[in-house]
């Protein structure tokens, strides 16, 4: 491979990797084909996500109007490529005449696959196009999977916090690798991509408290985000505990949180005694640190 071209691909996978936590993840495949476009032309574009024969996601760009991509499978993901079909005016279909590109990514953690596929009409693709989408591909899937991470935000370094990303079905579409390390200890058995039946089924909002392990979901954009550590020494506080050490941490008062909750200074005092008790603490210096990274 020329290497000017061997440049090109290593400033794509730069761009991919540097600036693709910055771009909406509802625009990033779309994004991220026109940066591969720049390499391989294509006049179409497709990226599926799924689980075995289960389809979890499909973007397309390129085409639109009067052609249109069909699985082959249905609504099952394609494991022997996409029909990229034309409507001639008359409504009969024809097949697009042109060559194509595919690309299966797996991931052996999750059991989660990509497959990508690039189509044009006129010329077929080089030698050199099709290495460089080799080496592009799986730097567009590990680029996706962070960007849907950056989308839920890790603002804290210090948090104890691991994150995942999933769909209505709870189907992993990206997780830290914490994040499944507490999984597999929690439950040894677990392969993915569906998530373990307890985490399931947490509400929005809510949360799972496991032995070794505490799992949080939130519900926003269509997707369902879950944040999960280590069980801690705080998660065996009752809620009144976590509501004092937590508002004493933050700098209030013995007056200021017996006013706030309806309860006496010294009933403030006797909770913080257990509280130290508990986390095996002495000050609100430690106790402080504690919340930083809870939160």
């Not at 391989?40 to 499909?58: F, M, N």
């Not at 082959?72 to 022997?80: P, Q, T, V």
């Not at 999984?183 to 032995?211: A, H, M, N, S, T």
Request: proline share 6%.
């Amino acid at each position: 491979m020329h290497p000017d071209r061997v440049a090109r691909i290593c400033m794509a996978i730069l761009r991919l990797h540097r600036d693709g936590g910055a771009v909406p993840a509802v625009d990033f495949p779309s994004w991220a084909m026109g940066i591969v476009g720049e390499l391989v032309p294509h006049d179409l574009a497709i990226w599926e996500i799924g689980a075995g024969e289960t389809l979890a996601g499909r973007w397309q760009t390129g085409m639109v109007g009067d052609f249109f991509v069909r699985s082959e499978r249905g609504g099952k993901i394609s494991e022997a490529g996409l029909d990229a079909v034309h409507f001639d005016g008359k409504g009969q279909e024809s097949h697009l005449p042109g060559p194509r590109l595919g690309k299966q990514v797996l991931d052996p953690e999750t059991g989660l696959v990509d497959v990508l596929h690039l189509c044009r009409i006129d010329p077929s693709f080089s030698v050199e196009e099709r290495l460089a989408f080799e080496y592009l591909a799986p730097n567009l899937v590990e680029a996706r999977r962070r960007n849907c991470l950056e989308a839920f935000g890790r603002k804290n370094p210090e948090s104890c916090w691991c994150h995942a990303v999933c769909d209505s079905a709870s189907i992993v579409h990206a997780i830290d690798e914490c994040f499944l390390k507490l999984l597999r200890i929690e439950w040894p058995q677990w392969r993915g991509p569906v998530l373990p039946d307890p985490v399931l089924r947490i509400p929005d909002g809510g949360k799972f408290v496991g032995k070794h392990l505490v799992v949080e979901a939130f519900q926003e954009s269509g997707g369902r985000f879950l944040r999960a550590r280590e069980r801690m020494p705080v998660d065996e506080l009752s809620h009144r505990e976590h509501e004092v050490a937590r508002a004493y941490s933050s700098g209030r008062s013995y007056k200021e949180i017996g006013r706030y909750y309806g309860i006496s200074p010294s009933t403030v005092s006797n909770h913080l005694t257990t509280i130290y008790r508990k986390l095996g603490i002495c000050d609100k210096t430690e106790l402080a640190m504690i919340f930083i990274r809870y939160d």
